[in-house]
């Protein structure tokens, strides 16, 4: 009996992979199933301390939600506490994705003060209460004195996350929480990194992180206050023109975010497609600082492994509602023909200031702008939705002289329109945004507002079987307000015949 029990399994005689498992399923489904608060709680009105008399109806609601890393340490509490080799996986399941932000908040009361006597011998009220600072930044040194004092937790961190973290002196901060997580697979850095990082700083992410894959560049912009008192806003060592700085290894690079104080340029773009040869992903969005020309030298070095592009500018008058204009004059490079020579590509969302037919098919012959791609002619492979975006100030490639309504630049958008129906499948869906229209090539539709179009037209020009759209001007991704109600959706066909008549136009 007693050989019997000694030879009786428990869940430690297990491989430890599939422990690992276990314990991964039971975490997460301590935060999937409730078992861990995952949003925070406030009062609608609270009893002060000095007025307990005061009977004041409190209700509770929901502030927000639990940070996903709160989230994890909560719901591996019990299983840290259970055995140190339990104690060691639950500490790379807890620091596997670090974030360290910027603290936000109000300010706080001391509650020591409370036990004190008034100094007026009579009862205490608020206005003597000393205020507690709150330091924004103390859990960024926080952070870092963890990692140096305990330096065996630097090998489970796997992703690294910093938010609200611009200023020169917080950013070197930045740079020695990286150097002690060796094992780090996603970074994400304030842009101003770029500026104030040094060679040192950026080799060693480039060439010591043997792990690292995916790089992102969050923008903001800054307030008076933080560029006045900063006497280090000027700072640029411009480390990624060192020839040591090397991206070879990355797969996926994003940007997103402007910021009014040295922006990401297409520069910048140029010095890190020098090596980045083998990106798979490439996200552009939200910037004002980034034309057509960093992006396509981006998917140029990286043409042969890249499968996602999205590059969507944004114009910050416009708060986001309408794409950047492209800036004057041809790109050096053809772009269109640039984007077709990528035979992995599969996911595409890119805005272009100039555009033909051969962004959705290859040319016969190879272009001599195509800076000597030896990519073979291949049929694309894009799937899913794919949006192509010409916004307003956009000409076509082959009379960039001549307007959008010019008769033979019409010619080239409906020779357009007919290689994306040539194109069109069921796991695949084009659309194209033009101007103020949205085109959808299967359905020979146009989304767009008519109204002034047919005042004008004063009942000569009605097109036929218009209906009511849900288009907006994010496309298809939805609308702002009201405007559904001034978006219809008409006919390609009456459309053309709206812009023979000198109804219908691209620009404003």
């Known amino acids: 009996m007693t050989d019997r029990c000694e030879r009786r399994a428990t869940i430690q005689s297990l491989p430890w992979e599939i422990i690992t498992n276990i314990l991964t399923i039971a975490a997460d489904t301590n935060i999937t199933e409730g078992y861990t608060r995952s949003y925070t709680y406030g009062l609608s009105q609270v009893t002060r301390t000095l007025q307990l008399h005061h009977k004041l109806q409190v209700q509770k609601h ?76 103390r859990i960024l040194r926080s952070t870092v004195a963890l990692l140096q004092e305990c330096p065996e937790l630097n090998s489970h961190v796997r992703r690294l996350w910093f938010s609200g973290i ?27 990194a770029l500026r104030y990082g040094t ?34 806003i000027e700072v640029n060592y411009k480390a990624l023109e060192d020839v040591r700085v090397n991206f070879s290894k990355l797969r996926r690079l994003k940007i997103h975010g402007s910021s009014n104080v040295q922006p990401i340029m297409d520069a910048d773009l140029w010095e890190i497609a020098r090596t980045a040869t083998s990106l798979e992903e490439i996200h552009i969005t939200g910037t004002s600082s980034v034309t057509i020309e960093g992006v396509t030298a981006l998917v140029s070095s990286s043409h042969k492994s890249l499968k996602v592009l999205n590059y969507a500018p944004l114009d910050r008058e416009t708060a986001g509602f309408t794409h950047l204009n492209p800036s004057p004059g041809m790109p050096k490079i ?87 129906r040539r194109l069109q499948q069921k796991s695949l869906s084009i659309e194209l945004v033009i101007g103020n229209y949205t085109f959808n090539p299967a359905t020979f539709s146009v ?45 390609e066909e009456d459309f053309f015949d709206g812009v023979r008549c000198g109804l219908v136009r691209f620009e404003y």
């Open 334 to 420: 053809h772009f269109c023909d640039i984007i077709t020579f990528c035979p992995n590509l599969t996911d595409v969302n890119v805005t272009v200031p100039h555009i033909c037919e051969h962004i959705l098919c290859p040319p016969p012959q190879y272009s001599e702008d195509i800076m000597a791609l030896d990519t073979p002619q291949r049929v694309l492979k894009w799937h899913g939705n794919a949006t192509i975006r010409l916004p307003y100030g956009g000409h076509t490639c082959v009379h960039p002289e001549l307007s959008l309504e010019h008769p033979d630049n019409r010619i080239v958008l409906q020779s357009i329109f007919g290689a994306a």
């Open 166 to 192: 611009y200023q020169f002196t917080n950013v070197t901060r930045i740079f020695e929480i990286v150097s002690r997580c060796d094992n780090v697979h996603s970074l994400t850095l304030p842009w101003s």
């Open 199 to 232: 060679v040192e700083d950026w080799v060693y992410i480039a060439n010591n992180l043997p792990r690292l894959t995916s790089l992102e560049f969050l923008g903001a912009d800054l307030k008076k206050s933080q560029i006045s008192g900063d006497v280090n």
């Open 62 to 137: 929901i502030t927000g939600r639990v940070p996903s890393d709160t989230l994890r340490w909560n719901a591996a509490d019990a299983i840290r506490r259970t055995c140190s080799t339990w104690h060691e996986w639950a500490m790379g399941y807890n620091l596997k994705e670090l974030y360290v932000r910027r603290w936000r908040g109000g300010e706080s009361w001391d509650p020591k003060f409370l036990a004190l006597p008034s100094p007026s011998g009579g009862l205490l009220t608020s206005d003597i209460f000393p205020v507690v600072y709150q330091d924004p930044y």
């Open 447 to 491: 989304s767009g507002d008519f109204r002034e179009s047919k005042k004008l037209a004063e009942g000569m020009w009605e097109p036929e079987g218009e209906k009511e759209s849900r288009r907006g001007p994010w496309g298809s991704s939805g609308v702002w307000e009201d405007m559904g109600n001034r978006w219809t959706e008409i006919g």
